[in-house]
């Protein structure tokens, strides 16, 4: 078995993976990357109609602050002061790092980056590169990376985190033949995306299974498990049907196992313009939400897993008829938001995909470019898991419960319940750069190798390789049925013994499903435990961690906003002599 030493090892080829591997290099470290596959995660495939990135206001006329971008991640509930403050304060310097990578945001002749208003935002912080704004994202960071001279080790699946008492020392892996090989370290950063794997309507591509277990089963605490957000979202491809797809105001539609075929709304409004608003709402309000799930835009949610999960028909947006069979709608009819926006747009005229057209018209060719003429063909849409705004609980420095052991991006629990649009993208850059910056001046000790290698062979199995292809299927199933954004108790408990007993008898292989499956298990038991226990404060967060072989919940209370004395002179002194900077 092949063991490499390195200073840091960041697990995962996205953004915020990218992001830390380039801090340490410029740092001084001796890094190097592993992957599944530098072309697999959520970063690279996925996207919306206009993929939004959250920062500090740098453009306009209203005035912004550090402390007041801080209190708005701050008060969406369930999130910690002192990573909100983080966020907020290395926003801009995280922003212009991608845009002298390349990343081309829009700016106005001026050079001012104009931005709008997002959800749950009041200053219009948001901007965006289009639809594919994470993928710029993590082709201008890995050309960064390559520049640097980073090792990228693909085709390296991270199957255990090695440890030596309470502290990582490496990780073992897998490559495509499912040989073994080791990293012995001193720190290492997770950046492996959320639990994608757990789902099965899912938005997460399917390449993207996340390794969320590879923490949990190693003892590191997560956080807020339960809040996730879930959305419309097509089939296949796998791709958010938010903003305009929904401000268009295209036809819905199901069809039966016998191919009848339903415009189901009008089953279940009595005014077709008050449907037609809530549907140019879901642009606005595209994540799921309980509090609008009976008189708000959810109800089409809610809708569609009816029609889904309850009927078993399959959904679709018809791009190329109005909805009702209207030869033309009467914008007017519309609430004042929905009309007073596609009147500005100039887009009160015309069937769905013309209206398209007019407003988004790269939200066309992306479908295209993935296989799908919207401009001809019905687009499967369902009720899907997009985002967990829970992971992996870390403090002020993105270091988790195990020392040495940091996890950034999405399998970071940072994020609240309720988070404005597009700051998961900066809180992967700046926590990837708080790893980074704790680590520069902190690393911990790299074992001597005939030490790593007593402690790797413990983690070594040869057992016979069984197809588990077909299980992770059928618990993903489960896991969307009933633990999804509709959620049933009963159904729910009795998913988390069978899960139990599954991962009691489970037999460890040395195959990369294998592993995979075993994350997929030990990450649906946590999620299952956190959603029996939820019980929503926003200035409570819920803990979910292994405790003699089984998941308990506990509540903690946030961690406020600092009020930190910052007189100038006084701060500069502790930065210069490094005093309570880490």
Same mark, same amino acid.
């Given at each position: 078995?092949?063991?490499? %030493?390195? !200073?840091?090892?960041?697990?995962?080829?996205?953004?915020?993976?990218?992001?830390?591997?380039?801090?340490?290099?410029?740092?001084?470290?001796?890094?190097?990357?592993?992957?599944?596959?530098? @072309?697999?995660?959520?970063?690279?495939?996925? +996207?919306?109609?206009?993929? *939004?990135?959250?920062?500090?206001?740098? #453009?306009?006329?209203?005035? !912004?602050?550090?402390?007041?971008?801080?209190?708005?991640?701050?008060?969406?509930? /369930?999130?910690? #002061?002192?990573?909100?403050?983080?966020?907020?304060?290395?926003?801009?310097?995280?922003?212009?790092?991608?845009?002298?990578?390349? =990343?081309?945001?829009?700016?106005?002749?001026?050079?001012?980056?104009?931005?709008?208003?997002?959800?749950?935002?009041?200053?219009?912080?948001? $901007?965006?590169?289009?639809?594919?704004?994470?993928?710029?994202? $993590?082709?201008?960071?890995?050309?960064?990376?390559?520049?640097?001279?980073?090792?990228?080790?693909?085709?390296?699946?991270?199957?255990?985190?090695?440890?030596?008492?309470?502290?990582?020392?490496?990780?073992?892996?897998?490559?495509?033949? &499912?040989?073994?090989?080791?990293? /012995?370290?001193?720190?290492?950063?997770?950046?492996?995306?959320?639990?994608?794997?757990?789902?099965?309507?899912?938005?997460?591509?399917?390449?993207?299974?996340?390794?969320?277990?590879?923490?949990?089963?190693?003892?590191?605490?997560?956080? @807020?498990?339960?809040?996730?957000?879930?959305?419309?979202?097509?089939?296949?491809?796998?791709?958010?049907?938010? +903003? %305009?797809?929904?401000?268009?105001?295209?036809?819905?539609?199901?069809?039966?196992?016998?191919?009848?075929?339903?415009?189901?709304?009008?089953?279940?409004?009595?005014?077709?313009?008050?449907?037609?608003?809530?549907?140019?709402?879901?642009?606005?309000?595209?994540?799921?939400?309980?509090?609008?799930?009976?008189?708000?835009?959810?109800?089409?949610?809610?809708?569609?897993?009816?029609?889904?999960?309850?009927?078993?028909?399959?959904?679709?947006?018809?791009? *190329?008829?109005?909805?009702?069979?209207?030869?033309?709608?009467?914008?007017?009819?519309?609430? $004042?938001?929905?009309? %007073?926006?596609?009147?500005?747009?100039?887009?009160?005229?015309? *069937?769905?995909?013309?209206?398209?057209?007019?407003?988004?018209?790269?939200?066309?060719?992306?479908?295209?470019?993935? #296989?799908?003429?919207?401009?001809?063909?019905?687009?499967?849409?369902?009720?899907?898991?997009?985002?967990?705004?829970?992971?992996?609980?870390?403090?002020?420095?993105?270091?988790?419960?195990?020392?040495?052991?940091?996890?950034?991006?999405?399998?970071?629990?940072?994020?609240?319940?309720?988070?404005?649009?597009?700051?998961?993208?900066?809180?992967?850059? =700046?926590?990837?750069?708080?790893?980074?910056?704790?680590?520069?001046?902190?690393?911990?000790?790299?074992?001597?190798?005939?030490?790593?290698?007593?402690?790797?062979?413990?983690?070594?199995?040869?057992?016979?390789?069984? &197809?588990?292809?077909?299980?992770?299927?059928?618990?993903?199933?489960?896991?969307?049925? /009933?633990?999804?954004?509709?959620?049933?108790?009963?159904?729910?408990?009795?998913?988390?013994?069978?899960?139990?007993?599954?991962?009691?008898?489970?037999?460890?292989?040395?195959?990369?499903?294998?592993?995979?499956?075993?994350?997929?298990?030990?990450?649906?038991?946590?999620?299952?435990?956190?959603?029996? +226990?939820?019980?929503?404060?926003? !200035?409570?967060?819920?803990?979910?961690?292994?405790?003699?072989?089984?998941?308990?919940?506990? $509540?903690?209370?946030?961690?406020?906003?600092?009020?930190?004395?910052?007189?100038?002179?006084?701060?500069?002194?502790?930065?210069?002599?490094?005093? @309570?900077?880490?």
């Amino acid at each position: 078995m092949k063991i490499y %030493t390195y !200073d840091c090892i960041v697990i995962g080829t996205g953004a915020a993976g990218y992001n830390a591997a380039c801090r340490l290099k410029e740092f001084g470290k001796n890094v190097a990357m592993i992957s599944e596959n530098i @072309n697999f995660g959520t970063s690279r495939n996925t +996207g919306s109609d206009k993929q *939004t990135y959250y920062k500090l206001s740098l #453009g306009g006329k209203d005035s !912004d602050s550090v402390f007041k971008m801080a209190s708005d991640l701050f008060k969406g509930g /369930c999130a910690d #002061g002192d990573n909100a403050l983080c966020e907020a304060a290395l926003s801009v310097r995280c922003f212009m790092n991608l845009c002298e990578a390349g =990343v081309e945001f829009p700016v106005n002749r001026y050079g001012e980056y104009i931005g709008y208003k997002t959800d749950h935002d009041p200053y219009e912080r948001a $901007t965006s590169a289009g639809p594919l704004t994470s993928k710029f994202m $993590t082709e201008a960071l890995e050309r960064k990376a390559k520049n640097l001279g980073i090792e990228i080790f693909d085709n390296c699946y991270a199957a255990e985190l090695i440890k030596k008492d309470n502290r990582v020392c490496g990780v073992l892996c897998l490559d495509e033949n &499912d040989e073994y090989s080791a990293f /012995c370290c001193g720190d290492i950063i997770m950046a492996t995306g959320g639990p994608a794997g757990i789902y099965g309507d899912s938005v997460y591509p399917e390449c993207h299974t996340g390794s969320t277990g590879l923490a949990l089963k190693a003892g590191a605490k997560a956080q @807020n498990l339960a809040m996730w957000q879930y959305g419309l979202a097509s089939v296949n491809p796998r791709w958010n049907v938010s +903003g %305009t797809y929904m401000q268009v105001l295209p036809r819905f539609v199901s069809v039966d196992e016998s191919g009848k075929e339903y415009e189901f709304l009008s089953d279940y409004f009595d005014d077709k313009y008050e449907a037609l608003s809530l549907v140019f709402l879901k642009g606005y309000q595209w994540p799921f939400d309980e509090e609008k799930a009976e008189h708000g835009s959810s109800q089409i949610d809610m809708i569609v897993y009816n029609e889904c999960v309850k009927k078993h028909r399959k959904v679709y947006l018809d791009f *190329t008829k109005n909805p009702f069979s209207l030869d033309e709608i009467d914008f007017e009819k519309l609430s $004042t938001d929905a009309y %007073t926006y596609l009147e500005k747009a100039d887009a009160t005229f015309g *069937t769905p995909i013309e209206r398209l057209e007019k407003m988004n018209s790269p939200a066309i060719e992306l479908y295209k470019n993935k #296989g799908v003429d919207i401009t001809k063909e019905y687009l499967e849409i369902a009720l899907c898991a997009q985002h967990n705004n829970g992971g992996i609980a870390v403090d002020k420095w993105w270091q988790t419960s195990i020392k040495n052991l940091f996890a950034v991006g999405e399998s970071a629990g940072t994020h609240g319940i309720k988070r404005p649009g597009g700051s998961a993208l900066n809180s992967g850059q =700046v926590g990837s750069l708080r790893a980074a910056q704790y680590i520069s001046q902190n690393g911990g000790e790299i074992l001597s190798e005939n030490e790593f290698e007593k402690l790797v062979s413990d983690y070594i199995t040869q057992n016979k390789k069984i &197809d588990v292809s077909e299980k992770i299927k059928k618990a993903q199933r489960k896991m969307s049925d /009933c633990a999804g954004a509709v959620r049933d108790k009963k159904a729910i408990e009795k998913l988390l013994l069978d899960t139990k007993k599954e991962l009691e008898n489970f037999e460890k292989n040395s195959s990369r499903n294998s592993y995979r499956y075993y994350d997929i298990l030990i990450t649906q038991a946590a999620v299952l435990t956190a959603i029996l +226990g939820e019980k929503y404060q926003p !200035d409570l967060i819920q803990e979910t961690y292994l405790k003699d072989g089984n998941f308990i919940n506990k $509540t903690r209370a946030v961690r406020p906003l600092p009020d930190d004395e910052n007189f100038f002179e006084n701060v500069w002194r502790a930065y210069r002599e490094n005093k @309570n900077i880490f």
